[in-house]
């Protein structure tokens, strides 16, 4: 990866990909301030690890607002913001207005604000990165998470959006991944049929979703493109 002494920042990094991806940034030598809704295992781990842990509840402009103050507390700037943090919510007819204004705030909102108030960090480490994890649902939508897939789309305009707002300094991209680990509660059936619905058929992991990570930091000529890691869905 290219070098800087700036710290990255990764949100949701407690568990899974964005726990993952936090660990190899550390390997790879990256200093990394990561946020955390909820004292999962992950948290202390990657406290041991030597990184900054900030609470942060992105579901609000207040929580939001809060996070960018106490950031700015800890660093004056970052060489990545890598937007990882995600909600995934049911929608029912008693709770669809509410579900709806937190995903659209934890996929859009706190992107939105965090690299607006946040830019002057990034504009103080050369390169200068910021990474969207949007999700391949984008693509064809949703009949069962509709608020779900369309924040996430949103958050892939916002892409196109800063990286024309913010070239040449910063570039801007996205990962759309699909399918990259199962839940332990998944059973075999349920397995089976989500494989099949790939061209590769396999549960990838989250390396890959780190590989993709490390190739936009690394490639100085990509801006404005939202990498597709989804095994081929698009080819069934």
């Known amino acids: 990866m290219t070098s800087s002494s700036a ?20 390997e790879d030598g990256h200093a990394v ?10 948290v202390q781990t990657l406290r041991d ?15 939001i ?42 996929h859009m909102l706190a992107p939105y604000l965090i690299n607006l108030h946040c830019v002057d960090l990034l504009r103080r480490s050369n390169p ?8 391949d649902v984008t693509r064809k939508g949703s009949s069962q998470h509709i608020g779900y897939c369309a924040s996430k789309a949103g958050l892939d305009s916002l892409t196109l ?34 494989l099949a619905k790939s061209a590769l058929g396999i549960e990838p992991g989250s390396e890959v979703i780190y590989q993709s990570l490390r190739y936009l930091l690394d490639n100085p000529y990509v801006t404005g493109t939202t990498l597709t890691v989804n095994g081929g869905r698009h080819l069934k």
């Open 7 to 26: 710290p990255i920042l990764i949100t949701g990094a407690a568990q899974r990909v964005g726990l993952h991806c936090a660990q190899r940034l550390l």
């Open 33 to 42: 301030i990561f946020s955390y809704r909820t004292e999962r295992p992950g």
């Open 49 to 63: 690890l030597g990184a900054t842990a900030l609470f942060a509840d992105l579901s609000s402009e207040a929580g």
């Open 65 to 106: 607002f809060a996070f960018i103050g106490e950031l700015k507390n800890h660093t004056d700037s970052l060489r990545a913001i890598i937007h990882n943090a995600s909600e995934w919510l049911a929608e029912t007819p008693d709770t669809d207005a509410e579900a709806f204004t937190r995903l659209f705030s934890v």
């Open 128 to 135: 200068a990165d910021i990474v969207h994890i949007s999700d």
């Open 161 to 194: 959006s800063f990286a024309a707002k913010y070239a040449p300094a910063i570039k801007v991209n996205g990962i759309a991944p699909a399918l990259l680990l199962f839940n332990p509660h998944d059973d075999a059936t349920y397995r089976a049929k989500a």
